[in-house]
């Protein structure tokens, strides 16, 4: 093999998702040199089907920072969900609750748009790297190394390194196990998500809870939808029948009300498990951990692209102000300022799974004490404030 070839940036960024291209895009806006390495292609990201739902914060930032108008014009505001269950469905409006809405604007079209910024203003992604590592962490000049996709071997030395390389990635794993404390848990259940070729069943998200399990009726365009129901971690999705997916599907929202989901070819479908994950801290030397990279949530209250571009927007600010006025001030305390928001969405997000899910061997004590949980959310403004405060997101730090 060649010799690495050294490159020489302010800072290096592992991971070309939505969180490592919009760092890479505020820094660049900010004349702060940057490079960022994916090892997926362009295009096995465009096909990620992930969640949907951004915060009004979330938009602001793709559209303030000339990123891209789509979201506005192709994505869809909604200003409120259906809470389901015992087959009553309660609306929450977002507006009159909290004057605030959300966008129903896909995972993969934010990191198009993304793509489309870093390719359009000049700046550096390598996508399909292979061999990349991070190193140096805790010294002056940290450094990733990676082969590119003509089996050049480069070696970037940085002043910052963000690890914005998901859940499986391998920043959070280069902080040693004794530097790091790792809180995790795991759900008795997964979701079952498809894509279906069919009209909305509802102009708004619907979230239910039924004895049979928690079902999410969601969409993605006026010919496609996205649905969910909560499943077994070890179900085989490939099994299953276009019938028996919808029959179970609507088990889950039939009602007195006669709701019927609109039914249409399925050309998706996926078991989709999840777990609730914090690495404290998310630094370690000059490594910056951000997004999926440093925690997961259940995808239950749609935090986790919100949550990944609340981290980017904290650490921009904080490298920012390292080179603009030389102060390692907001760098210092980056873990704890974005943990603060972390924790409040793991919490929003495991009480969302856990008020909407159905336990296999939920007791009728237990059933009858989530309908108390669900109504005490349904029928009281406090309780309605409470959920569409944490759904549409918090005012930022
Ligand atoms: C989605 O549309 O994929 C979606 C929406 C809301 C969620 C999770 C997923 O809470």
Known sequence: MSSAQIIRTKVGIVGGGPAGLMLSHLLSRAGIDNIVIEKRDHETIRNTHRAGI??????????????DGRVLTEGHRHDGIDLRFNGVSHRLDFQDLVG??????????VFVDLAVARKRDGGDVRFSVTDSDVLDLTTDVPKMRFTDADSQRFEVHCDIIAGADGSQGICKRAIPADERTDHFIAYP?????????APPSAPELIYA???HGFALISQRSERVQRMYFQCDPNEDASVWTEDQIWDELQKRVDGPDGYTLKRGRIFEQMVLPF???????????????????????PPTGAKGLNLALADVKVLFEAIDSFYA?????????YSDTTLERVWKAQNFSFWMTSMLHTRE?????????ILGEL???????YGQQYLAEAYTGWPSA
Not at 100 to 109: A, C, D, G, K
């Open 189 to 197: 259940f997964a979701w079952f998500g498809i894509l279906t070729e």
């Open 209 to 211: 809870n039924s004895e």
């Open 275 to 297: 777990r609730s994950y914090v690495c404290e801290p998310m630094r370690y030397g000059n490594l910056f951990l951000a997004g999926d990279a440093g925690h997961t949530v």
């Open 54 to 67: 951004l915060e009004a914060g979330s938009v602001k930032m793709l559209t303030d920072t000339g990123v």
């Open 325 to 333: 006025a030389g102060s390692r001030e907001l760098l210092e305390g």
């Open 100 to 109: 605030e809405s959300v966008w129903l604007y896909p995972q993969n079209e």
């Open 375 to 381: 109504n005490s959310v349904a029928t009281s403004r």
């Open 361 to 369: 061997d939920q007791s009728s004590f237990e059933r009858k004490r």
